[in-house]
């Protein structure tokens, strides 16, 4: 795979791993770290301290006897909450099957990997996938790969800096990620760039309020409840942390085609009514044309 140096572009080579002008980087977990000197000593502590604070409030899984049949295996979870958001996923999974059914091998990126559980499936098909995301922990992050049977490639690096990605893919997946950008819109068009010719850019878990304010306070009142608490920054990066009207409006402008989640069809029905209710879509985008 080809790679370049997060700190001075140079190629590198993924056995080594380190670029001509001396800039090493190591692996961890199986995890590749290919993270600038002055980007690791910020995200370090952070990931340990949200998998910390994660761990005290019973959101990281640790029966790693689930990780295989993710996302399924979580479908029949205590925790309402919980179950709802797997629900998602395997909506997610279906329409990317759906998508790719039939398909060769595909080389795939999925961005905002998580605990690999998108990763693995499709790799266990026969892709070709990398894996990427800020997070390397061993349940909430990229290092969780070691409980799957299926294997990746894994990089923990910067998700605004993918040009460090020197390779083109058939699929990239931005997975459920999108609205904890600072510039959504950057974020596609970064993506966007590594799509090779007859490539397929696919943005899940889109949703869109209307009115944005309820959110907005919400996601304001649970920063401040982590700064209280825990003496902690909700966010990695400056967010809005959801998505509003206009970034559908801008999505589309960038080329993006938006779709309704077919399984999601009520939820998106009782959006139409309350306008603080999320719609629920997921994104298209395709390669530019060739010159």
Same mark, same amino acid.
């Given at each position: 795979?080809?790679?370049?140096?997060?700190?001075?572009?140079?190629?590198? #080579?993924?056995?080594? !791993?380190?670029?001509?002008?001396?800039?090493?980087?190591?692996?961890?977990?199986?995890?590749?770290?290919?993270?600038? /000197?002055?980007? /690791?000593?910020?995200?370090?502590?952070?990931?340990?301290?949200?998998?910390?604070?994660?761990?005290?409030?019973?959101?990281?899984?640790?029966?790693?006897?689930?990780?295989?049949?993710?996302? $399924?295996?979580?479908?029949?979870?205590?925790?309402?909450?919980?179950?709802?958001?797997?629900?998602?996923?395997?909506?997610?999974?279906?329409?990317?099957?759906?998508?790719?059914?039939?398909?060769?091998?595909?080389?795939?990126?999925?961005?905002?990997?998580?605990?690999?559980?998108?990763?693995?499936?499709?790799? %266990?098909?026969?892709?070709?996938?990398?894996?990427? @995301?800020?997070? #390397?922990?061993?349940? #909430?992050?990229?290092?969780?790969?070691?409980?799957?049977?299926?294997?990746?490639?894994?990089?923990?690096? #910067?998700?605004?800096?993918?040009?460090?990605? @020197?390779?083109?893919?058939?699929?990239?997946?931005?997975?459920?990620?999108? %609205?904890?950008?600072? @510039?959504?819109?950057?974020?596609?068009?970064?993506?966007?760039?590594?799509?090779?010719?007859?490539?397929?850019?696919?943005?899940?878990?889109?949703?869109?309020?209307?009115?944005?304010?309820?959110?907005?306070?919400?996601?304001?009142?649970?920063?401040?409840? &982590?700064?209280?608490? $825990?003496?902690?920054?909700?966010?990695?990066?400056?967010?809005?942390? &959801?998505?509003?009207?206009?970034?559908?409006?801008?999505?589309?402008?960038?080329?993006?085609?938006?779709?309704? &989640? !077919?399984?999601?069809?009520?939820?998106?029905?009782?959006?139409?009514?309350?306008?603080?209710? !999320?719609?629920?879509? &997921?994104?298209?985008?395709? /390669?530019?044309?060739?010159?």
């Amino acid at each position: 795979m080809g790679l370049r140096c997060p700190t001075c572009r140079e190629s590198i #080579d993924s056995r080594g !791993p380190v670029c001509p002008n001396g800039h090493s980087f190591e692996y961890r977990d199986g995890v590749l770290r290919l993270l600038d /000197a002055a980007f /690791a000593d910020r995200l370090e502590p952070f990931t340990a301290r949200l998998s910390a604070i994660r761990e005290a409030e019973g959101k990281r899984l640790t029966d790693l006897s689930a990780y295989e049949g993710l996302p $399924y295996s979580q479908l029949e979870s205590g925790d309402p909450a919980w179950r709802a958001e797997w629900r998602l996923r395997c909506h997610d999974l279906d329409i990317l099957f759906r998508l790719i059914a039939g398909r060769s091998r595909f080389r795939v990126l999925d961005i905002g990997a998580w605990n690999g559980w998108l990763s693995h499936r499709l790799a %266990a098909q026969g892709h070709e996938v990398t894996a990427v @995301d800020y997070f #390397d922990d061993a349940c #909430d992050g990229l290092a969780a790969r070691k409980h799957y049977r299926a294997h990746w490639r894994a990089i923990q690096m #910067d998700l605004e800096d993918l040009a460090v990605l @020197d390779e083109r893919f058939d699929l990239i997946v931005l997975n459920r990620c999108l %609205a904890f950008f600072p @510039d959504p819109i950057a974020g596609v068009i970064s993506a966007r760039r590594l799509l090779a010719e007859d490539g397929t850019l696919v943005i899940t878990g889109l949703q869109f309020f209307r009115s944005a304010a309820p959110r907005a306070r919400s996601i304001a009142s649970q920063r401040e409840a &982590y700064r209280a608490r $825990y003496d902690f920054e909700l966010f990695l990066k400056p967010t809005k942390g &959801y998505l509003d009207w206009e970034d559908r409006r801008r999505l589309g402008a960038a080329g993006v085609v938006l779709k309704s &989640y !077919p399984q999601l069809w009520l939820a998106n029905l009782r959006a139409l009514a309350r306008r603080a209710l !999320p719609w629920h879509m &997921y994104g298209l985008a395709f /390669a530019e044309p060739s010159a």
